[in-house]
């Protein structure tokens, strides 16, 4: 079911961007920077932890779709494919 994939990877490409930009968000909000060092390996953490919890929220969203499907398949369609 190629639609389910493309469906998925919609969903998780927003879903990613959306975790980094607020991981980032709260980084800045909350860690004061004094100079340059500071700043350079502040945005740098932070950019290490918006992929790391968007990596992580993607791959939460990937199952849950696939729940979401095989849920359907089961009762709506009767179907016992793959949700791939």
Do not use: C, P
């Not at 607020?22 to 060092?37: G, K, L, P």
């Not at 932890?49 to 979401?68: C, F, H, L, P, Q």
């Amino acid at each position: 079911m190629k639609s389910i994939a493309i469906a998925k990877k919609i969903v998780t490409t927003i879903v990613g961007i959306g975790t980094a930009k607020i991981v980032n968000d709260i980084v800045e909000a909350n860690v004061d920077t004094d100079n340059v060092y500071q700043k350079v390996t502040v945005k740098s953490a932070s950019v290490a932890i918006g992929y790391a919890v968007s990596e992580t929220t993607s791959n939460y969203t990937d199952r849950k779709i696939d729940e979401i499907v095989a849920l359907w398949q089961k009762h709506v369609t009767k179907s016992n494919t793959s949700a791939e």
